[in-house]
Nanobody, 127 residues
Framework: QVQLVESGGGLVQAGGSLRLSCAAS????????MGWFRQAPGREREFVAA????????YLASSVKGRFTISRDNAKATVYLQMASLKPEDTAVYYC????????????????????WGQGTQVTVSS
């Protein structure tokens, strides 16, 4: 079992930056592919970013590519989402998630693949 706790959300003006953190506890952090998802009011949860166990490979949704970066520190059992050039449409609750199964190049975008989820952190971008 893995427990995930997100932090770093808040209110920021359009064009600003935020860094989200997700601290994991429980099982060996480096055994998990990690992902970030977000959910805006009235919308389905959507994929934002994923990073493989070693951190060598990262994947970003097209809507955030060039603005967001995902990284991880396995020694600190933490995954990060650095967000820049934020837009009002980035407003959502952001969730981190852990996938214990071997990495899937076709599956990492799907919320159903992830086994553990944090409680979420609110990001609000004002125009």
């Amino acid at each position: 079992q893995v427990q995930l706790v997100e932090s770093g959300g808040g209110l920021v003006q359009a064009g600003g930056s935020l860094r989200l953190s997700c601290a994991a506890s429980g099982r060996t952090f480096s055994d998990y592919t990690m992902g970030w998802f977000r959910q805006a009011p009235g919308r389905e949860r959507e994929f934002v970013a994923a990073i493989t166990r070693s951190g060598i490979s990262t994947y970003l949704a097209s809507s955030v590519k060039g603005r967001f970066t995902i990284s991880r520190d396995n020694a600190k059992a933490t995954v990060y989402l650095q967000m820049a050039s934020l837009k009002p449409e980035d407003t959502a609750v952001y969730y981190c998630a852990a996938d214990r199964s071997p990495f899937s190049s076709s599956g990492y975008k799907f919320a159903g693949r992830y086994d553990y989820w944090g409680q979420g952190t609110q990001v609000t971008v004002s125009s």
